[in-house]
């Protein structure tokens, strides 16, 4: 599978009822993803909406927002004003909401695979985790680009470009549903374990709670990717920092 | 010489205020320099910084004792006002260390209550007899927290304080007027999903309360991890609540999965900390 790949529904495989299905999930999200995308919430317009590499031009799958709280972290209602503590992490906003449109690059493209046949069958279950959990790491991306806006930093609109070249390798090689839960995993386990380095070096509250309010999430996302893949879904007693990735 | 002793109660009420007003101000301003004094260790100072986006952790240490009013009964009326501040600013972190202390304590007291309660949910008959994966989840799970919990306390130890053993107060009561409802795997399922979030959202909130470095590390690693004992939970009670607990299986059958079973177990993007138990609720007392 590539990203060039992703719009072109084979014409010699019939579509199946659980990719019809991916797909009017997919369609009715562009929807809801229009209607939430310009608003933090507060009034101030939102970091971004088509972040990840995929542009519109590409690609008509958007993601849903997904945030609760209107593109604002909800352990950090207050922050409107960046911490001058925040100016020391910015570095790792940007090099986060990098990984972050990395991952919603890599859904959007396992969900335009999924439309278009390229996956085989698409169970009910993989389709609606693909949506939400693309929606999730959405939200993340909007919520680093506002702590890097209100910092006067240019917001992030594509992926990281180191990992990037990984990813798109991967991807090539995801030709069915397992293959692309084997993918997000890898990437669920990249995030979650960078977050966790990064807690401890993180210097602002926001930026902490930010982090530590994303990383168990994505833990619970790699949780139901063992349980679909077979596996048990929580295979370690302590979280571990091995795959975590750092700023180059 | 006669005393008034109208006068002299008057005098007293008066000096009591006095001390109260007293009290409370300094209160503050010692726990701004605190902060300021934490603070300054790597960076420099801006009070209004400090005074933002540390308010969370002032309150905290105000409200448990061990901050501002902790260094007032110890040492600020005791030494004189100006030593003490000049000691606040230079010594090191005791109250800081003693909220990471309190912080420990009851996150232990919370390993303690699941290991606890899983153990019960073990005895139950259409546990201990029902679905292998559910048995499974349970005895990992307590092995799990117990893991937690040991760990907890080993740092507890090396910042001073004493190891918690205890289940937490607050959430033990919860769950004894929870034991005689449990019906069916559905109700441990719920019971479980509470203390777990409670673990997780609490977890999450010390990231940012917590200062000791080491400390922090251990308790995000185990966040994730109560995360996903959450996710789990929300699953199996997604399937057992679609009728479908023949899924709950390793391996399952993704294709037959319902679709909620892709997104029930993070409904968002952010945990959240609604339910965070405060750094006091477990400290040994």
Same mark, same amino acid.
């Given at each position: 599978?590539?990203?060039?790949?992703?719009?072109?529904? %084979?014409?010699?495989? %019939?579509r199946?009822?659980?990719?019809?299905?991916?797909?009017?999930?997919?369609?009715?999200?562009?929807?809801?993803s #229009?209607?939430?995308?310009d608003?933090?919430?507060?009034?101030e317009?939102?970091?971004?909406?088509?972040?990840?590499?995929d542009?519109?031009?590409e690609?008509?799958?958007?993601v849903?927002?997904?945030?609760?709280?209107?593109?604002?972290?909800?352990?950090?209602? !207050?922050?409107?004003?960046?911490?001058?503590?925040?100016?020391?992490?910015?570095?790792? #906003?940007?090099?986060?909401?990098?990984?972050?449109?990395?991952?919603?690059?890599? +859904?959007?493209? !396992?969900?335009?695979?999924?439309?278009?046949?390229?996956?085989?069958?698409?169970? %009910?279950?993989?389709?609606?985790?693909?949506?939400?959990?693309?929606?999730?790491h959405?939200?993340?991306?909007?919520?680093?680009?506002?702590a890097?806006?209100?910092?006067?930093?240019?917001q992030?609109?594509?992926?990281?470009?180191t990992?990037?070249? !990984?990813?798109?390798?991967?991807l090539?090689?995801?030709?069915?549903?397992?293959?692309?839960?084997r993918?997000?995993?890898?990437?669920?386990?990249?995030?979650?374990?960078? +977050?966790?380095?990064?807690?401890?070096?993180?210097?602002?509250?926001?930026?902490i709670?930010?982090?530590?309010?994303?990383?168990p999430?994505?833990?619970q996302?790699? #949780?139901?990717l063992?349980?679909?893949?077979?596996? +048990?879904?929580?295979p370690?007693?302590?979280?571990?920092?091995?795959? #975590?990735v750092? %700023?180059? | 010489?006669?005393?008034?002793?109208?006068?002299?109660?008057?005098?007293?009420?008066?000096? @009591?205020? &006095?001390?109260?007003?007293?009290?409370?101000?300094?209160?503050?301003?010692?726990?701004?320099?605190?902060?300021?004094?934490?603070?300054?260790?790597?960076?420099?100072?801006?009070?209004?910084?400090?005074?933002?986006?540390?308010?969370?952790?002032?309150?905290?240490?105000?409200?448990?004792?061990?901050?501002?009013?902790?260094?007032?009964?110890?040492?600020?009326?005791?030494?004189?006002?100006?030593?003490?501040?000049? *000691?606040?600013?230079?010594?090191?972190? =005791?109250?800081?260390?003693?909220?990471d202390?309190?912080?420990?304590?009851?996150?232990? =007291?919370?390993?303690?209550?699941?290991?606890?309660?899983?153990?019960?949910?073990?005895?139950?008959d259409?546990?201990? @007899?029902?679905?292998?994966?559910?048995?499974?989840?349970?005895?990992?799970?307590?092995?799990?927290?117990?893991?937690?919990?040991?760990?907890? @306390?080993?740092?507890v130890?090396k &910042?001073?304080?004493?190891a918690?053993?205890?289940?937490?107060?607050?959430?033990?009561?919860i769950?004894?007027?929870?034991?005689?409802?449990?019906?069916?795997?559905?109700?441990?399922?719920?019971?479980? =999903?509470a203390l777990?979030?409670?673990?997780?959202?609490?977890?999450?909130?010390?990231?940012s309360?917590l200062?000791? =470095?080491?400390?922090?590390?251990?308790?995000?690693?185990?966040?994730?991890?109560?995360?996903?004992?959450?996710?789990?939970?929300?699953?199996?009670?997604?399937?057992?609540? *679609?009728?479908?607990?023949?899924?709950? *299986?390793?391996?399952?059958?993704?294709?037959?999965?319902?679709?909620?079973?892709?997104?029930?177990?993070f409904p968002?993007p952010?945990?959240?900390?609604?339910? *965070?138990?405060?750094?006091?609720?477990?400290a040994?007392?």
């Open positions: 599978m590539s990203a060039d790949q992703t719009d072109t529904e %084979p014409e010699t495989e %019939p199946t009822r659980r990719r019809f299905l991916l797909g009017a999930t997919v369609a009715g999200l562009a929807a809801i #229009a209607a939430c995308s608003d933090g919430g507060d009034g317009a939102a970091t971004s909406t088509t972040s990840g590499g542009t519109d031009q690609s008509d799958i958007k849903r927002k997904g945030d609760v709280d209107g593109g604002r972290d909800p352990n950090n209602p !207050t922050a409107k004003k960046a911490s001058a503590a925040l100016a020391e992490d910015l570095e790792m #906003a940007t090099f986060a909401a990098g990984l972050e449109a990395l991952a919603v690059s890599a +859904y959007r493209q !396992t969900a335009a695979a999924a439309t278009a046949g390229q996956l085989g069958e698409v169970p %009910p279950a993989v389709a609606e985790f693909v949506t939400t959990v693309m929606g999730h959405q939200a993340a991306l909007d919520q680093w680009n506002r890097l806006a209100i910092s006067g930093e240019p992030v609109t594509t992926p990281d470009r990992l990037q070249p !990984t990813v798109d390798a991967a090539k090689d995801v030709g069915d549903v397992p293959g692309a839960a993918l997000a995993l890898m990437l669920e386990d990249i995030a979650s374990a960078t +977050y966790l380095a990064a807690i401890p070096k993180l210097k602002a509250p926001e930026s709670a930010l982090a530590a309010s994303i990383q999430v994505d833990m996302h790699a #949780a139901i063992h349980f679909v893949l077979g596996e +048990y879904p929580v370690d007693v302590f979280a571990k920092t091995e795959q #975590a750092a %700023p180059a | 010489m006669t005393i008034d002793e109208r006068a002299l109660r008057e005098l007293i009420a008066e000096s @009591n205020d &006095l001390h109260v007003d007293a009290q409370r101000d300094t209160a503050a301003a010692l726990d701004r320099l605190a902060d300021l004094r934490h603070d300054r260790r790597d960076n420099e100072v801006n009070v209004e910084e400090i005074a933002g986006f540390n308010a969370q952790r002032r309150t905290v240490l105000a409200g448990s004792g061990v901050g501002a009013i902790g260094w007032l009964t110890r040492g600020v009326f005791a030494t004189g006002f100006t030593t003490a501040l000049a *000691a606040l600013v230079a010594a090191p972190a =005791s109250a800081d260390e003693a909220l202390i309190q912080i420990l304590q009851t996150a232990g =007291s919370l390993e303690t209550l699941a290991v606890a309660t899983y153990a019960a949910a073990l005895e139950l259409f546990i201990k @007899n029902g679905n292998e994966v559910i048995v499974t989840f349970a005895q990992t799970t307590m092995k799990q927290h117990a893991d937690h919990l040991a760990a907890f @306390n080993a740092q130890r &910042l001073g304080g004493k918690q053993t205890q289940p937490n107060a607050k959430y033990a009561k769950v004894e007027a929870a034991k005689p409802t449990l019906k069916a795997p559905g109700d441990v399922v719920m019971l479980a =999903s777990e979030t409670v673990a997780t959202q609490t977890y999450v909130k010390n990231a309360l200062e000791d =470095s080491p400390t922090k590390e251990l308790m995000a690693s185990v966040t994730g991890v109560e995360a996903q004992h959450l996710a789990t939970l929300r699953a199996v009670g997604a399937l057992l609540g *679609a009728g479908r607990a023949e899924l709950i *299986a390793i391996p399952t059958m993704p294709a037959d999965l319902p679709a909620a079973a892709g997104g029930a177990a968002k952010f945990e959240g900390t609604e339910m *965070a138990s405060p750094p006091e609720e477990g040994v007392k």
